[in-house]
C-alpha cells in the first residue's frame, strides 16, 4: 500500500482521535471526581452539532455559529447538571445509569421534536474549505487541521489547566478524597457544577467541529459516547493525560484498522475470507486494546487514584 | 460560657443505626487549647466529625464564633474559620505537598498577618524539602506537619487535632509538640485529641473528658494531675 495513504489514515485517526479527547475529558473527570456515570454525555456532542447548525441559519455565519454555540453548550451542560444529574450523585451506579439513559432517550426525542427527524448539515467557510498539499500529488483538507489543531490546543491547555491552578488542584485532590476537600473549605457543589459545565462545553466544541463533515442527526452522540467510555477506560479513569493518550490511540488504531487490516489479511490469507475477516476484526479492534490494556493494567495506562 | 469561641451542648450523634454520642458539652475559649481525653471508641473523633459537619448531629447544639453551626455544610463551618487536621492526616496524594498546602488556602478571617506558603515552610522546614513530592512520597511525620501545614494555610480561628501525634517516631512528635506550643504562644486556640496525657498535661489549658458517648468530667491541668482518680478511672488503660 502506498505511504501516502497511510499519511492520509493517520492524519484521518488523529483527527478522530482528538475529537474522542475533547468528549473523553468531561466524561473522565466527571466519573473521576464525582464518581458520577453519566451516559447523557453523548448528548452534549450532538447538542453541540445541532446549536452550531441552528446558529448558522440565524446568524449566516460558521464562526459567528461556533461562537455562540460554545456558551449555549455550556449553559445546557450547567442546566442539566442542576436540574437532573445533581440530585444522581449520592445515588449507585446503575441508578445513575438508568437516569441518564432516561436523559438521552429524551433528548434525542427532544432534538426530533425541535430540528426533524432528517439529517442536516453545516455548510463550510471559503476560508476553511481549501486542502493543502502534503507531498507529491497529494492533497489534505485544511479543515481537518483545522480540527486536528484545535483538538491539540485544547488538550494543552487542558493540562496546564488541570496541573497548575487552584482548580485543577481540587480538581486532581478530588480525585482521592472529597470530603477532605469540603472540610478544609471549598464548596464541592460549586466545584463539581464548574467541572461539569467545562466538560459539557469540550464535548459541545467536538459537536461543532463534526457538523461540517457528518451529518447531522438525532442518537449521533451515541456511537461516540461508546468509544469515551472505552477511552477513558484505557485511559484511566479520572485522568486527563491518560485520556489524551487513549483517545489518540483508538482514534488511530480504528481508523488504520477500518482502512488496511483487509489488505493486510490478504498477505496471509485469500482474498475472499480476507474480505469477510477484515472488516469484522477491524471494528473489534479498539476492543482489543482495551482488553489487552485492562489485562495489563486493570487500572488503566495512567491510574488517577494514586497520582495524575 | 457565652465569650466560648467554640461551644459543644447537649451534642447527640452517630452512624446509621447506632447512636455514638449521648450528650457531649465542650467550650474552647479564644486563645485556649483544650484537650478531648478518653479511652479507645469513646467517641473523640465522632465528636470532631460531628463539629466539622461530616456527620450529622441528632440533637444538641454547636455555636462557633457567635454562630449557630448544627446543621451546616462542612465548607461552611470551614469557612466560618475551623482548620481540621484529621484522625489518619488525609493529605492528597494526587498533590504534591507545594500543591497539598495551596489548594484550599484562604484568609477568609483577613488575617492581617496570614499564613504563607513562606511561612508554613519556615515553621516546618521539612516541608520546603519535600515540596515538590507527592502526598504518598513523604513520611508520616512530614504527612502530619502537612495536615496542619494545610489547616493553618486556611488561616483558621480554631485548630481541631484528631490524633496529634499517633503513630509517629519519638523525636517527631517531640517536634509536633514543640510546634503546637509555638501556636499556643501565637494565640491560636486549639482543640486537640492525643494519646499522650503528659504532653497534653503541659500543652493544654483544660481538658474534656468522654465516657461511652458522654463528658464526664472537665477542668484545668493542675485539677487533673492532681486527682488520680479520675485519670485513673477514666483514662489508664
Ligand atoms: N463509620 C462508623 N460506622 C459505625 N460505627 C462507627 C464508625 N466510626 C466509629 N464508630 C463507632 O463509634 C464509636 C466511637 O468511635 P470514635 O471513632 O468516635 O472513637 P474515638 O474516641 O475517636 O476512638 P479512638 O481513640 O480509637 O480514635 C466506636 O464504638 C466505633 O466503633
Ligand atoms: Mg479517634
Given at each position: 500500500m502506498p505511504t501516502s495513504l497511510v499519511l492520509v489514515q493517520l492524519f484521518n485517526g488523529l483527527q478522530f482521535g482528538v475529537l474522542l479527547f475533547l468528549v473523553a475529558a468531561g466524561l473522565t473527570l466527571v466519573f473521576g471526581v464525582m464518581d458520577f456515570i453519566n451516559l447523557a454525555h453523548g448528548v452534549q456532542y450532538m447538542l453541540g452539532a445541532y446549536l452550531a447548525v441552528a446558529f448558522y441559519r440565524l446568524t449566516g455565519s460558521f464562526f459567528a455559529a461556533a461562537a455562540l454555540a460554545l456558551p449555549a453548550s455550556l449553559l445546557f451542560g450547567l442546566a442539566l447538571e442542576v436540574v437532573v444529574?445533581?440530585?444522581?450523585?449520592?445515588?449507585?451506579h446503575l441508578s445513575q445509569v438508568l437516569a441518564t439513559f432516561g436523559v438521552i432517550l429524551f433528548l434525542n426525542e427532544g432534538v426530533k421534536i425541535v430540528w426533524g427527524a432528517a439529517p442536516l448539515n453545516l455548510a463550510l467557510p471559503e476560508l476553511l474549505s481549501g486542502s493543502v498539499p502534503l507531498m507529491e500529488g497529494l492533497r489534505y483538507p485544511v479543515y481537518r487541521f483545522v480540527i486536528i489543531g484545535v483538538g491539540l490546543s485544547v488538550a494543552g491547555g487542558l493540562y496546564l489547566f488541570v496541573n497548575h491552578t487552584r482548580i485543577g488542584m481540587l480538581v486532581r485532590a478530588g480525585a482521592s478524597n472529597t470530603a477532605m476537600i469540603s472540610a478544609l473549605g471549598v464548596d464541592i457543589k460549586r466545584l463539581f457544577t464548574i467541572v461539569f459545565g467545562f466538560g459539557a462545553m469540550l464535548a459541545g466544541l467536538a459537536g461543532v467541529m463534526v457538523a461540517p463533515i457528518l451529518s447531522v442527526e438525532p442518537g449521533m452522540g451515541d456511537q461516540v459516547l461508546i468509544l469515551a467510555f472505552v477511552v477513558i477506560v484505557i485511559g484511566g479513569i479520572g485522568s486527563i493525560r491518560g485520556a489524551f493518550v487513549a483517545a489518540l490511540l483508538v482514534g488511530v488504531i480504528d481508523t488504520l484498522g477500518r482502512s488496511f487490516m483487509t489488505d493486510a489479511l490478504r498477505l496471509v490469507l485469500p482474498a475472499s475470507p480476507a474480505r469477510m475477516i477484515g472488516p469484522a476484526l477491524a471494528s473489534m479492534g479498539i476492543y482489543l486494546l482495551m482488553a489487552a490494556v485492562l489485562a495489563l493494567r486493570p487500572a488503566g495506562l495512567f491510574p488517577a487514584k494514586g497520582r495524575a | 460560657m457565652s465569650d466560648a469561641l467554640l461551644s459543644v451542648r447537649g451534642l447527640e450523634a452517630g452512624y446509621g443505626g447506632s447512636q455514638v454520642l449521648f450528650g457531649v458539652d465542650l467550650d474552647v475559649g479564644c486563645g485556649e487549647v483544650v484537650s478531648l481525653l478518653g479511652r479507645n471508641g469513646m467517641g473523640k473523633t465522632t465528636t470532631v466529625l460531628s463539629i466539622m459537619g461530616l456527620l450529622p448531629t441528632r440533637a444538641g447544639e454547636i455555636r462557633f464564633a457567635g454562630r449557630a453551626m448544627t446543621c451546616q455544610a462542612p465548607f461552611r463551618i470551614a469557612q466560618a474559620g475551623i482548620g481540621l487536621v484529621p484522625e489518619g492526616r488525609?493529605?492528597?496524594?494526587?498533590?504534591t505537598v507545594e500543591e497539598n498546602l495551596i489548594a484550599?488556602?484562604?484568609n477568609r478571617g483577613g488575617r492581617a498577618a496570614p499564613w504563607t506558603l513562606e511561612r508554613v515552610y519556615g515553621f516546618f522546614p521539612r516541608l520546603a524539602e519535600r515540596r515538590?513530592?507527592?502526598?504518598?512520597?513523604?513520611s508520616g511525620g512530614e504527612q502530619q506537619m502537612l495536615a496542619i501545614g494545610r489547616a493553618l494555610m486556611t488561616n483558621p480561628k480554631l485548630l481541631l487535632l484528631d490524633e496529634a501525634t499517633e503513630g509517629l517516631a519519638p523525636l517527631t512528635r517531640q517536634e509536633i509538640w514543640d510546634r503546637l506550643a509555638a501556636l499556643k504562644r501565637d494565640g491560636l486556640s486549639i482543640l486537640i485529641i492525643d494519646k499522650t496525657i503528659e504532653a497534653l498535661l503541659v500543652l493544654a489549658d483544660r481538658h474534656v473528658i468522654l465516657e461511652k458517648g458522654r463528658s464526664v468530667w472537665s477542668g484545668s491541668s493542675r485539677a487533673l494531675a492532681d486527682d488520680p482518680v479520675t485519670r485513673d478511672r477514666y483514662l489508664s488503660v
Open positions: 444529574l445533581r440530585h444522581l450523585y449520592v445515588r449507585d | 488525609q493529605v492528597f496524594p494526587t498533590l484550599t488556602a484562604s515538590r513530592n507527592y502526598g504518598d512520597e513523604i
